[in-house]
C-alpha cells in the first residue's frame, strides 16, 4: 500500500482551487488560485449545505445537466501536451454508481478531438485519457484495477497524477492517500494545440456528457505531481 501525502491547498504550483463555498443554492463560485479563473454554473449546478466536507457546503451536481465550466480554451493546455505534468484532486460524495461520471474534461470525451478527460467509472474504476485528435488513439489511456469505496453516504479524495516525461509509470490514481494500481501507459504520440473545450468539472467538456451524481468540493489542479 502506497500513501500519498497531500501539501497545501494553495501554493505556486497550484492552478485552480475551488473549494465551493457558499449559501445553500448560490450559483456563485470562487476560484482561490492566483488565475482566479472565471468558473460558470451550467444546468442547474449550485452551492448545497446538504453535505459538506471542509467548508459547510459543496457543489451539487444531479446527474441530469449539470456541470462546471472554468477559465478559457488555452489555459488547460498543460492537461494534454508533450510536456504535460499535472496533479487533479477533489472530496467525492457519490450519489450513485450507475454511470459512468465526469470527473473533469477538455475533449468532449472523443479520441477525435484533443484533450483530456478523467471519469469514475459504474464498476468504481477510475479512467483518465489524454486524446490528440485521432479517432480511436490516445495519447495516455490509463484505467485503475483498483476501485473507489462502494460507499455513498462519505466524501472521499480522489488525485490523479499524470507526468508525460515519464516513459512509464506515468499515471497514479489515489483513493484516500492509498494508490490504486491499474493499467495503460503512453503512447508516445500527443498533440500541442489547444483542448477542444475549456475546462469542464462533472463533465468531458462541452456539456457532452453530465451524467456526474455526486456531491464535490476542495477541486484543485496543481501542474507539479
Same mark, same amino acid.
Given at each position: 500500500?502506497?500513501?500519498?501525502?497531500?501539501?497545501?491547498?494553495?501554493?505556486?504550483?497550484?492552478?485552480?482551487?475551488?473549494?465551493?463555498?457558499?449559501?445553500?443554492?448560490?450559483?456563485?463560485?470562487?476560484? !482561490?488560485?492566483?488565475?482566479?479563473?472565471?468558473?460558470?454554473?451550467?444546468?442547474?449546478?449550485?452551492?448545497?449545505?446538504?453535505?459538506?466536507?471542509?467548508?459547510?457546503?459543496?457543489?451539487?451536481?444531479?446527474?441530469?445537466?449539470?456541470?462546471?465550466?472554468?477559465?478559457?480554451?488555452?489555459?488547460? *493546455?498543460?492537461?494534454? *501536451?508533450?510536456?504535460?505534468?499535472?496533479?487533479?484532486?477533489?472530496?467525492?460524495?457519490?450519489?450513485?454508481?450507475?454511470?459512468?461520471?465526469?470527473?473533469?474534461?477538455?475533449?468532449?470525451?472523443?479520441?477525435?478531438?484533443?484533450?483530456?478527460?478523467?471519469?469514475?467509472?459504474?464498476?468504481?474504476?477510475?479512467?483518465?485519457?489524454?486524446?490528440?485528435?485521432?479517432?480511436?488513439?490516445?495519447?495516455?489511456?490509463?484505467?485503475?484495477?483498483?476501485?473507489?469505496?462502494?460507499?455513498?453516504?462519505?466524501?472521499?479524495?480522489?488525485?490523479?497524477?499524470?507526468? !508525460?516525461?515519464?516513459?512509464?509509470? *506515468?499515471?497514479?490514481?489515489?483513493?484516500?492517500?492509498?494508490?490504486?494500481?491499474?493499467?495503460?501507459?503512453?503512447?508516445?504520440?500527443?498533440?500541442?494545440?489547444?483542448?477542444?473545450?475549456?475546462?469542464?468539472?462533472?463533465?468531458?467538456?462541452?456539456?457532452?456528457?453530465?451524467?456526474?451524481?455526486?456531491?464535490?468540493?476542495?477541486?484543485?489542479?496543481?501542474?507539479?505531481?
Amino acid at each position: 500500500m502506497i500513501l500519498r501525502p497531500r501539501r497545501a491547498r494553495v501554493d505556486a504550483y497550484t492552478v485552480l482551487y475551488a473549494p465551493f463555498i457558499g449559501p445553500n443554492a448560490s450559483i456563485t463560485f470562487k476560484d !482561490m488560485s492566483a488565475n482566479n479563473y472565471a468558473m460558470t454554473a451550467q444546468g442547474s449546478a449550485k452551492l448545497s449545505t446538504a453535505y459538506s466536507k471542509f467548508m459547510l457546503s459543496s457543489l451539487a451536481l444531479d446527474g441530469v445537466d449539470d456541470w462546471v465550466s472554468v477559465g478559457a480554451i488555452g489555459n488547460w *493546455n498543460f492537461l494534454h *501536451n508533450s510536456t504535460a505534468k499535472f496533479t487533479f484532486e477533489m472530496q467525492y460524495k457519490a450519489n450513485n454508481f450507475i454511470a459512468n461520471a465526469p470527473l473533469f474534461g477538455t475533449s468532449t470525451g472523443s479520441s477525435a478531438y484533443v484533450g483530456t478527460h478523467c471519469a469514475l467509472n459504474a464498476d468504481r474504476t477510475i479512467s483518465l485519457a489524454i486524446v490528440f485528435g485521432t479517432s480511436a488513439q490516445y495519447a495516455v489511456s490509463f484505467t485503475s484495477v483498483g476501485t473507489f469505496p462502494n460507499d455513498t453516504t462519505a466524501f472521499h479524495h480522489i488525485e490523479v497524477d499524470c507526468d !508525460m516525461s515519464l516513459a512509464n509509470g *506515468n499515471v497514479n490514481v489515489y483513493v484516500d492517500g492509498v494508490r490504486l494500481v491499474g493499467t495503460g501507459n503512453k503512447s508516445g504520440s500527443y498533440s500541442n494545440a489547444n483542448s477542444q473545450t475549456t475546462l469542464a468539472i462533472g463533465d468531458y467538456g462541452g456539456g457532452t456528457n453530465p451524467v456526474t451524481n455526486a456531491y464535490i468540493t476542495d477541486v484543485r489542479i496543481s501542474n507539479i505531481i
